[in-house]
C-alpha cells in the first residue's frame, strides 16, 4: 500500500508560541516498501508517523495512503481507517492495564464489528503466533518487557493491517528480545507484502531491517526521500 505525504506541514501552540514540527515534508513509500526514519529527538520522526497513521492531522499539506486521502475522511472514517489499514508498535507498549493479554489484543477488532467469539480467538491466535499462548490470561503488571512488546505487535498485527508504524519498537529491550520483536514485525510484512515505516534512533537496526533511510532534521527531511540508500 502506498504512502504519499506532499510539503505537509505541522505545527503546535497558538500564534506568537507556534512550535513547527513538521516544515514542509514530502516523500512517497511504495506499497511493500520498508522505510526507516532517522533523526535527532525532535527532528519530526514521530510526528510524521502520527500524520501518516491517522492519529492527528497536518496543519497543511497532503497525505493519502492507498486510496484514502485522510484529510477528506470524517473521524468516523478515520477510526475505521486506524483499525482496519494501519498497524501500531510503540516503544511505550501502550496496553490497557487493566485487560487481559487477550483482551488487549481483541481492542482493535472491536472498532471491526466482529463477533466477540470471533474476536477471542483471532485474538488468542495473534498471541499464540507471539509465544504467548501461556500468558492469554495475563495483565501487563504481570508481564515482563518483552512479553509485553510482544502483546502489543500481536495487537497491531491481529487485523492484518496493509501499513505498519513502529515507533522505537525495540527501544526498552534488550538486543535478544529486539530481534525477536523485530523479527515478527518482519515476517508479518513479508507475509502481507505491507509497507512499514520504521521510527528508530538504531542505524544499524535501521540498515538491517528496511530498504531505505530516511533523515529528517529539525521537521524537514535532510535525505532520502526519494534515493534508495
Given at each position: 500500500?502506498?504512502?504519499?505525504?506532499?510539503?505537509?506541514?505541522?505545527?503546535?501552540?497558538?500564534?506568537?508560541?507556534?512550535?513547527?514540527?513538521?516544515?514542509?515534508?514530502?516523500?512517497?513509500?511504495?506499497g511493500g516498501e520498508r522505510v526507516a526514519l532517522l533523526g535527532k529527538s525532535g527532528s519530526g520522526k514521530s510526528t510524521l508517523l502520527n500524520l501518516l497513521?491517522?492519529?492527528?492531522?497536518?496543519?497543511?499539506?497532503?497525505?493519502?495512503?492507498?486510496?484514502?486521502?485522510l484529510h477528506r475522511l470524517s473521524g468516523r472514517e478515520m477510526a475505521r481507517f486506524r483499525s482496519t489499514t494501519v498497524g501500531f508498535v510503540f516503544q511505550?507498549?501502550?496496553?490497557?492495564?487493566?485487560?487481559?493479554?487477550?483482551?488487549?489484543?481483541?481492542?482493535?477488532?472491536?472498532?471491526?464489528?466482529?463477533?466477540?467469539?470471533?474476536?477471542?480467538?483471532?485474538?488468542?491466535?495473534?498471541?499464540?503466533?507471539?509465544?504467548?499462548?501461556?500468558?492469554?490470561?495475563?495483565?501487563?503488571?504481570?508481564?515482563?518487557?518483552?512479553?509485553?512488546?510482544?502483546?502489543?505487535?500481536?495487537?497491531?498485527?491481529?487485523?492484518?493491517?496493509?501499513?505498519?508504524?513502529?515507533?522505537?519498537?525495540?527501544?526498552?529491550?534488550?538486543?535478544?528480545?529486539?530481534?525477536?520483536?523485530?523479527?515478527?514485525?518482519?515476517?508479518?510484512?513479508?507475509?502481507?507484502a505491507a509497507t512499514l515505516v520504521l521510527v528508530t534512533h538504531d542505524e544499524e537496526l535501521a540498515a538491517a531491517c528496511t530498504d531505505r533511510v530516511v533523515?529528517?532534521?529539525?521537521?524537514?527531511?535532510?535525505?532520502?526521500?526519494?534515493?534508495?540508500?
Amino acid at each position: 500500500m502506498t504512502i504519499r505525504a506532499v510539503d505537509v506541514r505541522k505545527a503546535y501552540g497558538a500564534k506568537g508560541a507556534l512550535v513547527e514540527a513538521l516544515r514542509g515534508v514530502s516523500i512517497e513509500v511504495a506499497g511493500g516498501e520498508r522505510v526507516a526514519l532517522l533523526g535527532k529527538s525532535g527532528s519530526g520522526k514521530s510526528t510524521l508517523l502520527n500524520l501518516l497513521g491517522g492519529l492527528d492531522r497536518p496543519s497543511s499539506g497532503g497525505l493519502h495512503v492507498g486510496g484514502s486521502d485522510l484529510h477528506r475522511l470524517s473521524g468516523r472514517e478515520m477510526a475505521r481507517f486506524r483499525s482496519t489499514t494501519v498497524g501500531f508498535v510503540f516503544q511505550s507498549f501502550n496496553l490497557i492495564a487493566s485487560r487481559t493479554a487477550v483482551e488487549n489484543v481483541e481492542l482493535p477488532m472491536v472498532f471491526t464489528g466482529r463477533p466477540r467469539r470471533e474476536r477471542l480467538a483471532a485474538a488468542r491466535g495473534a498471541l499464540e503466533s507471539v509465544g504467548l499462548g501461556a500468558r492469554l490470561d495475563h495483565r501487563p503488571d504481570q508481564l515482563s518487557g518483552g512479553e509485553s512488546q510482544r502483546v502489543a505487535v500481536a495487537r497491531a498485527l491481529v487485523n492484518r493491517p496493509r501499513v505498519v508504524l513502529a515507533d522505537e519498537p525495540t527501544g526498552n529491550l534488550d538486543s535478544q528480545t529486539a530481534r525477536q520483536v523485530m523479527a515478527l514485525i518482519l515476517d508479518h510484512v513479508r507475509e502481507h507484502a505491507a509497507t512499514l515505516v520504521l521510527v528508530t534512533h538504531d542505524e544499524e537496526l535501521a540498515a538491517a531491517c528496511t530498504d531505505r533511510v530516511v533523515r529528517l532534521v529539525d521537521g524537514r527531511i535532510a535525505s532520502g526521500a526519494l534515493d534508495r540508500e
